[in-house]
């Protein structure tokens, strides 16, 4: 049995996983409260505390699995892309224990990991399947055609959907994270009560930037007419705003399913945590005869699991990382 663990810290979530042979054993996460009085992550802060919280978040992760440092196979990290104080406490730990334990270690790119955190489930999308990622920092669609042959098809040319959600938020007054204070309101609110714009961007490309203006000035105006305008619309407006992200996003994804002709059709990342876009995403699988798949809520936001998992891909390929590796912020593939 191959037992891989797995380190993830490209942002604020301190989180370590063991897997064996692709069954996760364990997946603990430490959340940085200490970022919410500021209205966004502020990337020292983040750094300290992956330091404070590392140690504490490996021992859970290993005693959850039931499992010794000597039963481990192989060590992986986030390498990239995510904040750079925040990655290289993950990478500096990962590569001292491989090192200690003189086991291979392997480097997982965290937005190929989003995409495969769709292989932890029992029911597997077959391939090829087309991936909807939708994060804080990205927007893509990908076309997934084995498990470390990922071809991006469209990505945002400005703000990424986990963006659009956060910044309406803010100017709604919501704290951050905001996304999932929209997706509570939403519950309440007429989707339909207010119209926000919608890009015409070409091809599968994504462009959220108009959105915010739109909203922007929407707000400007009626709060000029009347100042408790957001308190009282509150959940109109939440419902509102995630209504048009949900149909920039599911108007792409369908144009993608109907020119590949795929019909496996996966979400992930974390506004795949959004309850309207999982419905939605139902919805379009029923009416368009697609098969869709969304990861356990767990699996959505950021999470060792899904290094873990697509760390176990690259350790069956034998794509393992030397020591002198470096995180890096940004990354193709
Ligand atoms: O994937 P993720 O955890 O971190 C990044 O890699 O960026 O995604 C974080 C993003 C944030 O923008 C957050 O507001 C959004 O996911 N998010 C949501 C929900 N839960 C998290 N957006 C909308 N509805 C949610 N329920
Ligand atoms: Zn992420």
């Given at each position: 049995?191959?037992?891989?663990?797995?380190?993830?810290?490209?942002?604020?979530?301190?989180?370590?996983?063991?897997?064996?042979?692709?069954?996760?054993l364990?997946?603990?996460?430490?959340?940085?409260?200490?970022?919410?009085?500021?209205?966004?992550?502020?990337?020292e802060?983040?750094?300290?505390?992956?330091?404070?919280?590392?140690?504490?978040?490996?021992?859970?992760?290993?005693?959850?699995?039931?499992?010794?440092?000597?039963?481990?196979?192989?060590?992986?990290?986030?390498?990239?892309?995510g904040?750079?104080g925040?990655?290289?406490?993950?990478?500096?730990?990962?590569?001292?224990l491989?090192?200690?334990?003189?086991?291979?270690?392997?480097?997982?790119?965290h937005?190929?990991?989003?995409?495969?955190?769709?292989?932890?489930?029992?029911?597997?999308?077959?391939?090829p399947?087309?991936?909807?990622?939708?994060?804080?920092?990205?927007?893509?669609?990908v076309?997934?055609?084995?498990?470390?042959?990922?071809?991006?098809?469209?990505?945002?040319?400005?703000?990424?959907?986990?963006?659009?959600?956060?910044?309406?938020?803010?100017?709604?007054g919501?704290?951050?994270?905001?996304?999932?204070?929209?997706?509570?309101?939403?519950?309440?609110?007429?989707?339909?009560?207010?119209?926000?714009?919608?890009?015409?961007?070409p091809?599968?490309?994504?462009?959220?930037?108009?959105?915010?203006?739109?909203?922007?000035?929407?707000?400007?105006?009626?709060?000029?007419?009347?100042?408790?305008?957001?308190?009282?619309?509150?959940?109109?407006?939440?419902?509102?705003v995630?209504?048009?992200?949900?149909?920039?996003?599911?108007?792409?994804?369908?144009n993608?399913?109907?020119?590949?002709?795929?019909?496996?059709?996966?979400?992930?990342?974390?506004?795949?945590?959004?309850?309207?876009?999982?419905?939605?995403?139902?919805?379009?699988?029923?009416?368009?005869?697609?098969?869709?798949?969304?990861?356990?809520?767990e699996?959505?936001?950021?999470?060792?699991?899904?290094?873990?998992?697509?760390?176990?891909?690259?350790?069956?390929?034998?794509?393992?990382?030397?020591?002198?590796?470096?995180?890096t912020?940004?990354?193709?593939?």
């Amino acid at each position: 049995m191959v037992h891989i663990f797995a380190i993830e810290s490209s942002c604020d979530e301190t989180s370590a996983s063991v897997c064996a042979d692709g069954k996760i054993l364990s997946n603990v996460i430490a959340n940085q409260t200490v970022h919410e009085q500021y209205g966004g992550v502020v990337p020292e802060l983040a750094s300290r505390a992956h330091m404070q919280n590392i140690v504490p978040v490996v021992d859970a992760a290993l005693q959850t699995a039931n499992c010794q440092l000597s039963t481990l196979d192989a060590i992986a990290f986030t390498q990239s892309p995510g904040l750079i104080g925040s990655l290289l406490v993950g990478a500096q730990f990962a590569k001292s224990l491989a090192l200690s334990l003189d086991k291979p270690l392997i480097a997982v790119h965290h937005m190929q990991a989003h995409v495969l955190a769709n292989l932890i489930a029992e029911q597997k999308p077959g391939f090829p399947f087309l991936c909807l990622t939708v994060s804080g920092g990205h927007t893509q669609i990908v076309v997934a055609h084995s498990p470390l042959q990922l071809e991006i098809i469209g990505e945002t040319i400005d703000d990424a959907a986990g963006e659009a959600f956060d910044k309406t938020a803010k100017m709604l007054g919501l704290p951050y994270p905001g996304g999932p204070l929209i997706d509570k309101h939403a519950h309440q609110g007429n989707a339909k009560a207010f119209k926000f714009a919608e890009p015409q961007i070409p091809g599968f490309n994504f462009s959220f930037s108009g959105l915010k203006t739109s909203v922007l000035y929407f707000l400007q105006n009626e709060v000029k007419k009347d100042a408790d305008f957001i308190q009282n619309n509150m959940n109109d407006l939440c419902a509102s705003v995630q209504y048009t992200i949900i149909n920039i996003l599911m108007k792409k994804l369908l144009n993608a399913s109907k020119q590949t002709g795929i019909k496996n059709v996966c979400i992930a990342g974390g506004v795949s945590a959004n309850s309207g876009l999982r419905n939605v995403l139902k919805e379009y699988g029923e009416k368009h005869n697609w098969q869709t798949f969304i990861p356990a809520f767990e699996y959505c936001t950021d999470n060792a699991a899904m290094i873990a998992i697509t760390a176990y891909y690259k350790y069956l390929a034998k794509d393992f990382a030397d020591l002198s590796v470096s995180p890096t912020a940004r990354a193709t593939w």
